[in-house]
């Protein structure tokens, strides 16, 4: 009886994102007139899709136990790349090269964390700052395309498909496709077991550091593949974009319920995160609340989210 | 200087089900040195423990200097004069020694009364006093992490003794010291008796306790089994009431081992298993049993050289031995699962090599064997999805068992498997050993239980200070052979 109680405890504690989430809803809809409007939802996919795929490369460095400040610059770089690689190419070798870029600065840090042992906040520190910097190295600080892009790469930003932007599909089929990785390949299972306790997992004969550096290089991909869609939606690549990205993307997996500390979380639920995120930010516009103001109450959640995060483990 | 200094007369002490405690006296006299012995879980921790103020006892008084005492915390124990020494030194690494020496009771300067900043000259003024009367110089400046152990013991005594200690209990203090520092050790010890310090020494090695000992108590499954006075008892003695002198019913009921399928060709000390075969490792605490299986596991830096069924592979990563068909349970259970996931998820921890990494994993499959372990180990409750921080001590013992049999392994290494856990998972851990061995598995396990060793094992090796010492089997292997083979030096 004892143990029942205690995992329905916990069930209801993993239900708090998403009560979150539909209280912030509802609340918006009652005080705001907008906010159901088909325009408005449609707006809110589309400005969560990007997040949502850093977010859920994120949430493999988060729930293997890493971190990943990286992702932001990582955006930028892929974007650049691929739009650059795009005017001389063509449209498929471009995105081909914006996603290598992407999993190619995880793959460093994978290196420099799992195999060199080098702190991941330190590490991705420094690879965010090289990276931004080798951006503004290949564009010259300027913003790359306009003009010269091809048209199919813009539509990708712009069209819909069966009512729906291609920019909302990449992050759903995405979320599919990586969380029966997730959930049902040992691959997946070997993520957990590592965040959940790396020295258990080591002397249970799994490949520790290996399982690291994937993470790092699911990480990497997936910031490369929102870099392109970035890209495709601002028809140009930007050296500045992506900036705080990764500080959304980690407050976002943390408000989904992932542990940070890790070996806790799962992909829909850093998607939750990302909704809490996103509905925040537009139901405080449509509520006319000044922008600095907004500032305020997004760092105000980012605390609470992680408090929670304490008061959980603390038990 | 002969007068009781601490008296703890009538204590007892529960936990749970298990009575660690039940109605231990011991006066401890001024200048004197008082040893406690008695095998793992015999209470003697408890016993110090409880005198040390980190613990309450049930029942039972503590007198000091003839007054009655009730200890909130160790900072009242302390306070009150007595300090213990544990084996795991309370230092903290990155301070220096004179810092630590005061810590948390740092000398500071007065101006008009009113307390202002640490006076550090004093702090090192008092810290150099203490450490001579332990005839010990250095630079007081040095962080204790870059000190010897030794000599880091010697600045927790420095500590004890800067704040007027009149009980110094020291934990099996000579188990991680060389030889030269078990001297200087006990020189210093004979200058504490001569101040009129009462000292409380735990120790397995019994010719310390017969060269030190003024008084010795001896604990058996928490009751004094004996107390005796210097000259009063021998080595035999002690052991005799150590164990209880029950006969060691010695059962070779297994099979006889076959043939040999793990063995350190390399090694002069090497270990060879046969399938079919259970060995001990015997040893103290700081013997070194421990690192025999480490090596054997590659948990370490340097590569191990094993032949496997007369195959040689080089072993350099845990990897590797798992995938040699050798599996480990560690001394600590937090080393062993993954606490935050179910016991499903733990028990196929080490099996998810079995198929390919981007492949789905056979659910139904998997459903089966963990069904089946649950049932086989008796864990409780059968509940796979529960997380396995959940379950106790014995429980989760068990699920490490079924993470190495769910894949099958041919060879187990355990390091004190049935350490704290409850009598009947115990039996319960042996029983699933002894037919692990029977179908041909092979098994080396430490243990800190002789008895469990004996009763356990074809053959046991003891460690003595890292090197192989003898070896048991047949009716050589008794418990107060290998107690004497161990603790004798």
Known sequence: MKFKAATNGFELRGLMPLATLAVLCVVTAVATDHFLSPLNLSNILVQSSIMTVVALGMTFVIVGGGFDLSVGSTVALSGCIATLVMMKAGLGLGIAAGLAAGALVGLINGVIIAILGVNAFIATLGTMVLVRGVVFLITGGAPVGDEGLPRAFVAFGSQRFLGIHYLVWVPAILLAVLSWIMQNTPHGR???????????????????????????????????????????????????????????????????GAALHGGEGALYKSVIGVFIMVVLGNSLNLLNVDSYWQRVAVGIVIIAAAAVDRLRWRR | MTQTVLRAANITKRFGATMALDNVGVDVIG???????????????????ILGGVHKPDHGEIYLEGKLRHFSGPREAIAAGIATIPQELRLVPSLSIAENMALGDWPVTRWLGIPGIVDRARMHDEARQTLRLLNFTANLEIPVRDLPFGERQLVAIGKALRRNCRVLILDEPTAALEKHEIDRLFDILARMKDAGVAIIYIS?????????????????????????????????????????????????????????????????????????????????????????????????????????????????????AVAAGMGMVPGERGLGLIMNQSVRENILLASLDRVPSFRSRDNRADERTVE???????????????????????????????????????????????????????????????????????????????????RLCHTVITINRGRIGTRMDGSHLTEQGLLRAIGGG
């Open chain 1, 190 to 256: 070997r993520i957990y077991a590592v965040g959940g306790g790396r020295e258990a997992s080591y002397l249970s004969g799994i490949p520790v550091e290996r399982v690291i550096a994937w993470t790092y290089v699911w990480c990497g991909g997936l910031a490369g593949i929102a870099g392109v869609m970035l890209a495709a939606r601002l028809q140009s690549g930007q050296p500045t974009a992506g900036e705080f990205y990764e500080l959304t993307a980690i407050a976002a997996v943390i408000l989904g």
């Open chain 2, 31 to 49: 200048g004197q040195i008082h040893t406690l012995v008695g095998e793992n879980g015999a209470g003697k921790s408890t016993l110090i423990r």
């Open chain 2, 204 to 320: 397995h090695h019994l010719d310390e306790i017969l060269s030190l000992a003024d008084r010795c108590t001896v604990l058996r499954d928490g009751r004094v089994a004996a107390v005796s006075r210097r000259g009063e008892f021998d080595k035999s003695a002690i052991v005799e009431a150590m164990t209880g002198g029950v006969v060691n019913e010695f059962s070779p009921d297994a099979a006889l081992p076959g043939q040999t399928i793990l063995e350190e060709p390399q090694r002069a000390d090497g270990i060879s298993l046969r399938t079919g075969e259970l060995m001990g490792l015997a040893g103290l605490l700081g013997s070194g049993k421990e690192r025999v299986l480490r090596r054997l596991f590659a948990t370490g830096r340097e590569p191990t050289q094993v032949r496997i069924r007369g195959i040689p592979t080089r072993l350099s990563a845990p990897v590797h």
């Open chain 2, 372 to 454: 089946a372990l649950l049932e086989l180990l008796d864990i409780r409750p059968r509940r796979p999805e529960l997380k396995v921080s959940m379950l106790s001590g014995g429980n989760q013992q068990k699920v490490i068992l079924a993470k190495w049999l769910a894949r099958k392994v041919d060879i187990l290494l355990l390091d004190d498997p049935t350490q704290g856990i409850d009598v009947a998972a115990k039996a319960q851990i042996h029983a699933l050993l002894r037919d692990f061995a029977k179908r041909g598995g092979a098994v080396l396990l430490s243990s800190s239980d002789l008895g469990e060793l004996v």
